[in-house]
């Protein structure tokens, strides 16, 4: 079914289940790309507007992630979806295109913890809004900003990701890999990385992703395979 027969359908005889309504909106969504004509936008904002909180949580999760991806989704519903609950809006606070900076200042000043690890994890963040994510991060948002090489973090809050990584392996193993760490810092956490360096995990660094390592990274490396080195049995040599 064509999404304007499905529009249609929907508007004259809606099912007796919100979320089958929504689930065929979303499919038929999918199926068209998102090419749609200025009546089937509205007609779509105004149905799944309307649709999306008698759906249950599943059916809202489901019709959020093929949106979030979407240059030509409807903008009206990709920011409603954005003030859903975190499970649904994870997705578009993440990795939608059409949510500008100062829709995610409101959302992140309105939702607070519920979205930060989200926004945290988003490409190329300004230092305005990492400062807002780092505003009382929890780990794993510290985690997920440290890993987000493509963001902006100010120097204050590198060194507030140094001092994380003092007691925190995958922290440190991800600051090792940002090349924007300054040399004072990366100096501090190859110093925190050498007096980790018999642990075991303190060798595990995240799968590199192409943009070779950091600063630090480089350091924490060669001091690595010098205690290898060093660790070795001495070898013996014999002659027949």
């Known amino acids: 079914m064509s999404m304007e027969k499905l529009l ?49 949580l599943i059916q809202r999760i489901a019709f959020a992630r093929p949106l ?42 309105a939702k607070g913890r519920a979205v930060r690890l989200a926004i945290a994890k988003r490409p190329g963040l300004s230092v305005g809004l990492t400062d807002l994510v780092m505003d009382a991060a929890d780990l794993p948002v510290c985690r997920a900003l440290a890993t987000n090489r493509s ?3 100010s120097r204050k809050n590198l060194a507030r990701l140094v001092d994380v990584a003092r007691d925190d392996d995958m ?30 995990r303190a060798a595990t660094l995240p799968h590199d992703t192409g943009f070779g390592l950091g600063r630090a990274g480089f350091v924490m490396t060669r001091r690595l395979v010098s205690a290898q080195q060093a660790r070795r049995p001495p070898q013996v040599l014999s002659y027949s």
């Not at 289940?17 to 200025?38: E, H, K, T």
């Not at 507007?49 to 249950?56: D, M, S, T, V, Y």
């Not at 903008?75 to 295109?97: G, T």
Request: net charge neutral; hydrophobic share 45%.
């Open 8 to 56: 249609q359908r929907i508007a004259m005889t809606p099912s007796a289940d919100p979320s089958d309504d929504l689930r065929q909106l979303r499919q038929a969504f999918v199926r068209c790309s998102g090419r749609m004509g200025p009546a089937e936008v509205g007609c779509f904002v105004e149905i799944a507007g309307q649709l999306l909180p008698r759906a249950p």
């Open 151 to 153: 963001a902006r973090v």
């Open 171 to 200: 922290t440190r193993a991800a600051l090792g890999l940002r090349r924007d760490l300054p040399s004072g810092l990366a100096a501090q956490l190859s110093r925190i990385d050498a007096g980790a360096a018999d642990h075991p």
């Open 68 to 109: 979030a991806t979407s240059h030509t989704a409807p903008k009206p519903i990709v920011s409603q979806l954005a003030l859903d609950n975190h499970m649904v809006s994870a997705a578009i606070l993440e990795r939608s295109p059409l949510i500008g900076e100062d829709e995610l200042v409101g959302i992140l000043k």
